[in-house]
Antibody, heavy 120, light 111 residues
Framework: QVHLQESGPGLLKASQTLSLTCTVSGGSISSAVYYWNWIRQSPGKGPEWIGYMSDRGAYYNPSLESRITISTDTSKNQFSLKLSSVTAADTAVYYC?????????????WGQGTLVTVYS | QSVLTQPPSASGTPGQRVTISCSGSASNVGVYTVNWYQQRPGTAPKLLIYSNDQRPSGVPDRFSGSKSGTSASLVIGGLQSEDEADYYCAAWDDSLKGRGLFGGGTKLTVL
């Protein structure tokens, strides 16, 4: 059974850089079959797809790509999200999730999510 | 406003059949498969339907999905109290260099 767990600071000041890590167990992030995604959900809104990492590199939501970096640490079976210059609009629950490469939005395993609050 | 449009709310009584729609365009639903998620309060979304009409293992056959043109639908037959949740459609979109999209969500109330 695949398990994903997000970790990172829950409170950030505006203009700082958000850094979150997703630890994966029960599956390898080096897999050639899957994408490892970040998704966020602002209070009361639908989810927003942020981007994914694969064995061939990262791909980002064009609306966020100027501020995003997704990277991996294969030795720890982790992948990470960095989002720079945060504002209150970046306050959300951040999730990591897995999907097969042939269907990016078929997110079959999710972490429990971590709430990130940005204050000014 | 989301690019994938869903009704904000839906309701039904136990045993009833409820349909939730997802309206997109030629750059998303019209060319890519649609996935549906169920989200209960305080939990992560759960994959309910993938590839338009396929159920993951463990999802009851009361849940079914379909797609026609630029619209998709989720049907819940034999509504149960535990089905009260938010439901989201999701699809890839070719605009803006390519991106994943979610609908705005439909809150289902079981009366």
């Amino acid at each position: 059974q695949v398990h994903l767990q997000e970790s990172g600071p829950g409170l950030l000041k505006a203009s700082q850089t958000l850094s979150l890590t997703c630890t994966v167990s029960g599956g390898s992030i080096s897999s050639a079959v899957y994408y490892w995604n970040w998704i966020r959900q602002s209070p009361g809104k639908g989810p927003e797809w942020i981007g994914y990492m694969s064995d061939r590199g990262a791909y980002y939501n064009p609306s966020l790509e100027s501020r995003i970096t997704i990277s991996t640490d294969t030795s720890k079976n982790q992948f990470s999200l960095k989002l720079s210059s945060v504002t209150a609009a970046d306050t959300a629950v951040y999730y990591c999730a897995r999907s097969p490469k042939w269907e990016v939005l078929r997110l079959d395993y999710w972490g429990q999510g971590t709430l990130v609050t940005v204050y000014s | 406003q989301s690019v994938l449009t869903q009704p904000p709310s839906a309701s039904g009584t136990p045993g009833q059949r409820v349909t939730i729609s997802c309206s997109g365009s030629a750059s998303n639903v019209g060319v890519y498969t649609v996935n549906w998620y169920q989200q209960r309060p305080g939990t992560a979304p759960k994959l309910l339907i993938y590839s338009n009409d396929q159920r993951p293992s463990g999802v009851p056959d009361r849940f079914s999905g379909s797609k026609s043109g630029t619209s998709a639908s989720l049907v819940i037959g034999g509504l149960q109290s535990e089905d009260e949740a938010d439901y989201y459609c999701a699809a890839w979109d070719d605009s803006l260099k390519g991106r994943g999209l979610f609908g705005g969500g439909t809150k289902l109330t079981v009366l």
